[in-house]
């Protein structure tokens, strides 16, 4: 015969997630920086080099402004930060760098040192 729960009984499912939800804000913050680093090698590895234009989005930082540009492939626009802040160049071009198998992760050619990836997409 089962044994009935009373109000005051907790599943131990929901026991263990009382121990260790304080773990959970941590544990967001750490796949995210794991996943910009990631995403940053993978492109410096294996990044293609394409063109997208400057939009009048902007990203707001605790410092500065920046453009975004956004980018076609394959029917779908993909969108990222420009590094750029001179609202002026809105609909210039700016080499961008995308992973062809998966073109959400990407950067403006700016965003890496000079040197670390060989682009010429401008030219």
Do not use: W
């Not at 394409?50 to 492939?73: E, W």
């Not at 700016?94 to 401008?122: H, M, Q, T």
Request: charged share 25%.
């Amino acid at each position: 015969m089962q044994r009935k729960k009373t109000k005051t009984e907790i599943s131990p499912m929901k026991k263990l997630f009382r121990k260790y939800a304080f773990l959970i804000p941590f544990l967001v913050i750490a796949l995210l920086l794991v996943g910009n680093f990631l995403g940053d090698t993978l492109l410096k590895i294996d990044g293609k080099c394409g063109k997208g234009i400057l939009i009048n989005k902007r990203i707001y930082t605790r410092t500065t402004i920046h453009l975004t540009y956004a980018f076609y492939l394959d029917g779908r626009t993909y969108t990222g930060n420009s590094q750029e802040g001179d609202i002026s160049k809105v609909g210039d071009s700016v080499c961008i760098v995308y992973l062809s198998y998966f073109p959400g992760i990407n950067r403006a050619l700016k965003y890496f040192d000079e040197g670390e990836i060989k682009c010429n997409c401008l030219k």
